[in-house]
């Protein structure tokens, strides 16, 4: 009888290992259920990330608009940028071409005023040129006249004191005054002496600052 309690338990451990054997299973129902348990934390998660696409969709739509909008904004300024630019340059073309046909016919006209000047200057040089050569041509002919006037005189004087020589005759000095001029002798006035005839010179002279007239012999 001692020895049955031994028996007796030294059962339980058989127990314990139909317990162990039977426990086994139970990891693979918690396996199954964490399964279960991501499945249903992806099946929650699902509508958040449909619902952060669909914002960002549409912020990338706005985004695309917003682009579209600008680039046609862009496109509109650099067209109306391009119109001024074509409308300035026009009227600064237009500025030019009449600076330059104003500075082409202000030319013209002061080179046709130069060319009168010119050619008035040309004429009055001309006309002095003509006038200095009349006055030299009138003096030339007096400076000859008085020339031939004093030689004729030079001549007379010395035929005459020739023919003083000859007859020995010594004229008197006369009075000479300045402006004299001879007078026409009358038959009274011729005197003979030894048979010769000698005529009296007269000279009327003009004395100066007066109307006064003496005849001089």
């Not at 600008?70 to 940028?81: H, I, Q």
């Not at 600064?92 to 013209?108: P, Q, R």
Request: net charge neutral; aromatic share 4%.
């Amino acid at each position: 009888m001692g020895g049955e309690p031994e028996k007796a338990e030294a059962a339980p451990p058989e127990d314990a290992a139909v317990v162990k054997a039977v426990d086994p299973p139970a990891p693979e129902e918690k396996t199954d259920d964490s399964k279960a348990l991501v499945l249903v934390e992806k099946v929650a998660d699902s509508p958040v990330e449909k619902g952060s696409g669909s914002i960002n969709r549409d912020a990338v739509l706005a985004r695309v608009e917003t682009e579209k909008k600008e680039s046609l904004l862009k496109a509109w300024e650099e067209n109306e940028k391009a119109k001024v630019e074509n409308w300035a340059q026009k009227k600064l073309s237009a500025v030019s071409s009449w600076e330059k046909t104003k500075k082409a016919s202000v030319e013209a006209e002061l080179t046709k005023v130069e060319e009168s000047l010119e050619k008035k200057k040309a004429e009055y040089a001309e006309k002095k040129k003509n006038k200095v050569a009349a006055i030299h041509k009138t003096a030339e002919e007096k400076r000859a006249m008085l020339e031939a006037k004093k030689g004729e005189d030079l001549l007379k004087v010395e035929e005459l004191a020739a023919k003083h020589r000859i007859k020995g005759f010594i004229p008197k000095k006369t009075l000479g005054c300045f402006g004299a001029e001879e007078l026409p002798l009358p038959l009274s006035l011729f005197i003979s002496v030894n048979g010769v005839v000698y005529a009296r010179t007269l000279v009327r002279c003009v004395l100066p600052m007066t109307s006064q007239i003496i005849i001089c012999g």
